[in-house]
């Protein structure tokens, strides 16, 4: 994230609004914790992912802040996982019922 982007300057997004326990108005304070957030975390060994025994389904966009290479390492990573990048999108654009994500 810029550091110089402000809470303000980004909208909240319909999702967030909707299923946020604290609503609308707690957005600044999550979007002020998210840099010190992806600095430490996730923070889980290799050994730990490989035990990941439930379905899992990897979804990011060609154009996501997760890079395509990480989320095949995921991908190759998690026994029996499937991966899906959508094309022409970036975080989040995949929401609900997006026709380019595979049920």
């Known amino acids: 994230m810029d550091p110089c982007v402000q809470a303000e300057d980004e909208p909240v997004s319909d999702a967030?609004?909707?299923?946020?326990p604290d609503g609308a108005a707690h957005w600044s304070t999550f979007f002020e914790r998210l840099p010190p957030m992806w600095a430490a975390e996730p923070d889980f060994t290799r050994a730990q992912v490989e035990g990941i025994r439930a379905p899992t389904l990897i979804i990011v966009?060609?154009?996501?802040?997760?890079?395509p290479e990480h989320a095949v390492e995921m991908f190759q990573t998690i026994p029996g996982?499937?991966?899906?990048?959508?094309?022409?999108?970036?975080h989040g654009d995949?929401?609900?019922?997006?026709?380019?994500v595979p049920p």
């Open 61 to 67: 966009g060609d154009r996501d802040i997760v890079r």
């Open 81 to 90: 996982s499937k991966l899906c990048i959508v094309p022409h999108a970036e």
């Open 16 to 20: 967030y609004a909707r299923l946020s």
């Open 94 to 100: 995949a929401e609900g019922d997006d026709p380019r």
